[in-house]
């Protein structure tokens, strides 16, 4: 079974074609990056994987599931279990960190539990299990922010907000993780930090690993293949080993 | 003469002088000549004259002479006040007090569930969630449209005369303001984190409450002070109505012509007030600066 088997897809607004007859495979495990200039459609593509943006036309199996007939409860419960990264972080600015790593939790507490409404208990800190804010305190861990537990997000640095961000995707214990340009708002020195940390908790724990970037270095070293797309085709999808600098960047003319 | 840096009588020059004024077109013209009018017209159906002002200071100055009576007749006048009388207005004001915070607590509970109910695409984007967004609004303007005078009269002729009436009052003007301006803070928060919590499985009630309702927190807080604000002023003047508090005292007061008592009920309202909006204000400072520290 592939992670994800995109084909023929299309998408387009009005008469604006963002994407283009798109197809590719992904394997369980793979680490993607997906590069290409800005409104090439990278973040159409990966928003279409969870449909929160809806395909024109084409077939996405996420899986094995065919996700595009897939009705609200069905959808969100393959959302919650696919992880996903923002470049913005998306972390809920007057809430502590622990909070913030706890609402990764409350899709797949819905799904899990027998009771109806379970998840609501993941709203806070306060409220959840002993077990989850366990659960949240090691994700923490993972990435080294277990002692910040009770401060604000508000208060954190780009680059800690942004680990709280993936400790909260490691919260639904995810088999694939979805992640938009997640360095780009990080200085260097941070943007590696968190890239190199991101990358090796998705191996460990086997989880696909899909990302956007600008970063043609960031693309080489952490992708396992690159995926370019221009003018909202897929031009080129290939092992990272055998892409040479040049050619990545002569993507973006 | 010639030692000026900037030589006015230059001639060649003095032809590109700019437009003292703009060009106006000709509905730019009509619209300004109506406001005139407007302004003319509105005066003339408010009786406002400077005559009539004028004339009433007769009437002004038997007033000021009941209502502030010179010390040497105070104790002897058959309006002076007893401890007895003390004790009732401030039984009264304590009352009108009451009122006001309960009828604002009750009105925020049921004005932010009114809230939540109809801020756009909050709860859901369906169909039928949009009827019930725009129903609930549409509500929530009557609430807020239909002055709370008439809304005591309402509440007298259900529940009868006295303090019931009137926190009935106030919570439903306090449900018409907080139910339009919590779902404006809450329609006005940065929407990505909710959006966030959705994209891995969350409900939209989760991501309302967990994500949205947090973020507008310091909004809400200062939305209901101002609301207990409101209520305070707004329950003095239900008493003229009978819906309890001490305004009933001060419009039996008027109607007996003792201006003297009434002032002093009068002063005792405006200590209440001024108190109540001295400590929401430093209360709502509390709250913004706590959010400026942050950021």
Sequence with gaps: ?253 | MTDSPIDIDKKSELNNLPRRYKKISITRYFIYLALIVMVIWSFQGSQFSFEGLLDSTQYFKRFLGEAFPSIGILGENEHSITWKDTFRYTRELIETFQMAFTGTLLGIIFGFILALLSSKGLLGNSRPMRLVQETVKALILLFRTVPDLVWAIIFVMLVGLGAFAGTLTIMVDTIGFCGRFFAEEMEDVDKSPADALESCGATKLDATFAAVVPAAMPGLITTSLFAFEKAIRGSVVLGLVGAGGIGMSLNALFNWMAYDRAMVIIGMIFALIFVVEQVSQYLRRKVTQNEEKRI
């Design chain 1, 1 to 253: 079974m592939n992670a994800i088997e995109v084909k023929h897809l299309s998408k387009s607004y009005a008469d604006f074609e963002v994407l283009r007859d798109i197809s590719f495979t992904i394997g369980v495990g793979e680490s993607i990056a997906i590069i290409g200039s800005n409104g090439a459609g990278k973040s159409t593509l990966l928003k279409c994987l969870t449909r929160i943006t809806e395909p024109s036309q084409g077939s996405i199996n996420v899986f094995g599931d065919p996700i595009l007939k897939f009705r609200t409860g069905a959808l969100r419960r393959m959302r919650s279990s696919i992880g996903v990264v923002f470049q913005k972080h998306n972390l809920v600015p007057r809430l502590s960190v622990l909070t913030n790593v706890i609402h990764g939790d409350i899709g797949r507490l819905h799904n899990v539990s027998k009771f109806p409404l379970a998840g609501i208990r993941n709203w806070g800190q306060i409220s959840a299990s002993n077990r989850t804010r366990k659960k949240a305190m090691e994700a923490l861990e993972m990435v080294s922010l277990s002692h910040l537990a009770l401060q604000r997000a508000d208060t954190l640095s780009g680059g800690q907000s942004q680990r709280v961000a993936i400790a909260r995707a490691l919260m639904q214990e995810p088999n694939m993780i979805l992640a938009d340009e997640p360095v780009a708002s990080l200085d260097p020195v941070a943007a590696n930090d968190v890239m190199s940390l991101f990358y090796d908790l998705c191996k460990n724990k086997n989880i696909t690993l899909i990302f956007t970037s600008h970063n043609v270095e960031h693309a080489l070293e952490y992708g396992n293949k690159v995926l370019a797309i221009k003018n909202g085709r897929l031009s080129l999808f290939k092992d990272s080993n055998s892409i040479e600098i040049k050619t990545l960047q002569a993507e973006y003319d």
